[in-house]
């Protein structure tokens, strides 16, 4: 299953600001070769994955220094080429961009009549979505599921300066740009993978943490069932560990990783709006799947990680577990690099939107 709304349809052919995309499958050029890039963070998560026959397989995994990503409103659009080593340079590229002002909903709207498919406007997502009138977005959707007589509809938008500035990075040569997606729904196509592989029907929680932002969602039965994006990242757990400790803020990384200070207090209480959306989203999803919720898997910018488990099970009665998204598909010796080891699961966007190229030309 492909989740990812691919935004780059009108972006490489100049397009029209604001301009709208669904994505359609089936080309007729086969990519078995495509690096996966998850731009616009604190670092570039980078992977290259090709396909032989129906088996895909990791080859390169590293960690780039980061690109800045322009603002909605200032910054430079054309940045300076990306540079991949040349383990990474794939034929193609599925760009992941990692932005504040990215937005994805998971909508219910009816289904059935093609007149009712024909509202799926770019008007109709620009105010379901809550952007502003005239602002210039790129906006992508794909229906997930139709239940009795609904549809769910997983819908993305992110800001037209910064597709632009995400396609530029890529000029010429290769790898050549063909997807561009935004990253919290790039991390979701990669669980759905692994959910399928190694988890199969069981209803399960995802937490994807980031710098800034924090995706939450729930699948059923294989299925997105619910989707959540949390104003609230690793840099929260930072400064919220600084003012409570007194540590200087580039000294708490370390600092938890060798267990110099006890945390637990701080991170209890910085994760405490995490907690309270896990509780919404098991209420949600059990009332209406009448199920009950087996797993909750943790990934991302993890920074404290054994801090939260106490916490989580005490108002969820689930012990989570930290999932390695690297773990996805077979890996050949020496894909990854020195660097990523430790920070494995912070590629989630990065497979996620290889393998939705690969995936949807398999």
Known sequence: MV??????????????????????????????DVVGLDVGDATTRVVRLMRLGDTSTLVAADLLPPVELPSDETGEVRPAPLLLPKALRARYAAVAVTSP?????????????????????????????????????????????????????????????????????????????????????????CFSRELTAHHGDAPAIFMQIGSDVTHVAAFYKGRLAFYRQCQLGSHAIVRTIQEKLGIEEKLVPGALEDDLIDASAPIAAAIEPLLRQLVLVREFVERKRTCRIEKILLSGSLLGTKYWNEPIVKVMGIVPATWNPLDTLPCQPGALAERVKGNESRFASAMGAALAVLEMES
């Open 101 to 189: 002002q990215a937005c994805i909903r998971l909508l219910s709207v009816p289904a059935g009549t093609d007149n009712n498919r024909a509202n799926l406007n770019f008007g109709f997502f620009m105010e379901r979505m809550g952007l502003p009138e005239g602002s210039a977005h790129r906006i992508g959707y794909e229906i997930v599921s139709t239940e009795n007589r609904d549809q769910n509809v997983l819908a993305v938008s992110l800001p037209e300066r910064q597709t632009r500035w995400a396609v530029s990075l890529l000029p010429q040569g290769i790898p050549a740009p063909y997807s561009l997606q935004v990253s919290g729904a790039a991390e979701l196509n």
């Open 3 to 32: 989740l990812p709304a691919d935004l780059v349809k009108n972006t490489l052919g100049g397009g029209v600001t604001g301009a709208f995309a669904k994505l359609k499958f089936g080309r007729k050029a086969v990519r078995t």
